[in-house]
């Protein structure tokens, strides 16, 4: 099945949420994919919340500084490191490749999306 279109309102925001992120991040951010070394985070939209290991964790690279204590604090996109990066536009932005401006539109989801969260689970 095709996943939701990240800017449908008419679909659940979680999976629209996730759905950008499996499109534009996942490809490096899962095992085996384009990452550092030992990084743990996987964004593919089969994977549960916990799976993804994004949710209550402190991130195990940081190239930015305060950009957030964890990748994503459920409740709080500004202490999301996963939010905050997404509105880079330097060194360090993500997505990182075929980007060179912050995507508004799926940051707006996104961050919806983290201000939903309640908890990890």
Do not use: K
Request: net charge neutral; charged share 20%.
């Amino acid at each position: 099945a095709a996943w939701p279109d990240p800017l449908d309102a008419t679909a659940p925001l979680a999976a629209r949420a996730r759905s950008y992120l499996q499109g534009n991040c996942a490809h490096c951010h899962r095992p085996g994919g384009w990452t550092p070394p030992g990084m743990t985070m996987d964004l593919r939209y089969d994977r549960s919340l916990a799976q993804t290991r994004t949710c209550g964790v402190a991130p195990e690279y940081t190239i930015i500084p305060n950009v957030g204590r964890w990748r994503i604090n459920p409740g709080e996109p500004d202490d999301s490191v996963l939010y905050n990066r997404m509105g880079e536009t330097g060194p360090g932005r993500m997505p990182s490749l075929g980007t060179v401006w912050p995507d508004a539109e799926a940051r707006a989801v996104v961050r919806a999306w983290i201000e939903s969260l309640t908890g990890c689970e």
